[in-house]
Each structure stands twice: as structure tokens, then as C-alpha cells.
T-cell receptor
Framework: DAGVTQSPTHLIKTRGQQVTLRCSPI?????VSWYQQVLGQGPQFIFQ???????GRGNFPDRFSARQFPNYSSELNVNALLLGDSALYLC????????????FGPGTRLTVT | QQQVKQSPQSLIVQKGGISIINCAYE??????FPWYQQFPGKGPALLIA?????SEKKEGRFTISFNKSAKQFSLHIMDSQPGDSATYFC???????????FGKGTRLSVIA
């Protein structure tokens, strides 16, 4: 069975640009969460979506937005990129709304120059 | 505000030895405590998890010890192997849909 997949693997953007990251959850999982992992730190929660509705939002500015599609895949958008947005962006899926037993994808490495 | 404190930051263990990583939490509403293993360039992988109604859980060489009164839990890796070299994260969550809160991670190196 395929795990959580994310695209692209790596991305380089310049300050002020916009970026869209994509995630496909494990088959049958209806919840997708997004995390930001800065080098040397643990992942920080950005969003959770379940059945296309936002169920939770972390302490991130409005430049960050996301959505979930009918097939449960998800996109994370970040506008007006800052150097500090450089990080590994992780997508995790789970079967239910509960955030127990989340399974992470390999991440998208975003570098902002 | 860091809700889960993890130590040590880095750990070097001889092959065959026991690796011990400790975490402490503040929020008594947390009711699920997973450990994740992350290799360079990969996403975190769920390793083992425990609920506060038990004091210990063992899966193969990996054991979680949980002390509810002290609000502490730890991961023990028995017979540590070079392949265990990775970064380990403890985490905590309230199943009432608060997000996973991660510790800062422990970089484990197992040397032969």
C-alpha cells in the first residue's frame, strides 16, 4: 500500500513569491494535517483538514492557507514568502479526526532565497 | 511555550547498549504519547505509542515507560544497533483534537 505522498520533493523560491505544496493521503484516510519542520526542531502544526473542512489551525500567519479536495488530497499555499519560511513541510494523514496515529509523508523541502 | 520537553539533545551509544530518551509534559489533558523516528531526508515514522492508563509498553526492542504523576515518559531502545541511528521525537496529543505537540528531538548515534 502506498503511504502518504508529497510533491514536489524540493523547491527553491525567492522572497515574495507564492508556493503550492501537494499531498495525497493514505488510501482510506480522510484527515490531512500539515506541519512545518525547521532544521533541528520538531514539526510544528499548521492545519488539519477532515472531510474538506478545516478542523484546526496552528499559530501561523494568514499567508498560510490550505484546502482539501473531494478525493482527500490537500494543498498548502504560502504567499509572500519570507526567508524564515524555509523548512521541511510535512503532510500527515489519519483515518479519523483524531490526531492519534498520524502517518507522515517524506516532506517537501522549501528553500526561500 | 514548549509543552513537551525532550532530553538529551544528542546521544551516542555503543552497539548493543541501551538508548534512553526522556520527555516531560505540562498539559494534563494529553492522553496519547507517540514516539517518532526520523531518518535524514525522510518524514517522521510512528514508532510506538502509549496511553496514560498503562505504565509501560513494549514492542520488540522499543519500550515506553510512563510516569503519570511525574508527567514524564521515556523511550528505551534495547540492544541498540547502528541502523537505529536517527532523530527521535516524542509527542503528545489530547484526543479531543488538539494538535500533536512535538519535543525538539534527540539525535541518536549508535557506534560499533
Amino acid at each position: 500500500d502506498a503511504g502518504v505522498t508529497q510533491s514536489p520533493t524540493h523547491l527553491i523560491k525567492t522572497r515574495g513569491q507564492q508556493v503550492t505544496l501537494r499531498c495525497s493521503p493514505i488510501s482510506g484516510h480522510k484527515s490531512v494535517s500539515w506541519y512545518q519542520q525547521v532544521l533541528g526542531q520538531g514539526p510544528q502544526f499548521i492545519f488539519q483538514y477532515y472531510e474538506k473542512e478545516e478542523r484546526g489551525r496552528g499559530n501561523f500567519p494568514d499567508r498560510f492557507s490550505a484546502r482539501q479536495f473531494p478525493n482527500y488530497s490537500s494543498e498548502l499555499n504560502v504567499n509572500a514568502l519570507l526567508l524564515g519560511d524555509s523548512a521541511l513541510y510535512l503532510c500527515a494523514s489519519s483515518f479519523r479526526t483524531s490526531l492519534n496515529e498520524q502517518y507522515f509523508g517524506p516532506g517537501t523541502r522549501l528553500t526561500v532565497t | 511555550q514548549q509543552q513537551v520537553k525532550q532530553s538529551p539533545q544528542s546521544l551516542i551509544v555503543q552497539k548493543g547498549g541501551i538508548s534512553i530518551i526522556n520527555c516531560a509534559y505540562e498539559n494534563t489533558a494529553f492522553d496519547y504519547f507517540p514516539w517518532y523516528q526520523q531518518f535524514p531526508g525522510k518524514g517522521p515514522a510512528l514508532l510506538i505509542a502509549i496511553r496514560p492508563d498503562v505504565s509501560e509498553k513494549k514492542e520488540g526492542r522499543f519500550t515506553i515507560s510512563f510516569n503519570k504523576s511525574a508527567k514524564q515518559f521515556s523511550l528505551h531502545i534495547m540492544d541498540s544497533q547502528p541502523g537505529d541511528s536517527a532523530t527521535y521525537f516524542c509527542a503528545a496529543v489530547n484526543s479531543g483534537n488538539t494538535p500533536l505537540v512535538f519535543g525538539k528531538g534527540t539525535r541518536l548515534s549508535v557506534i560499533a
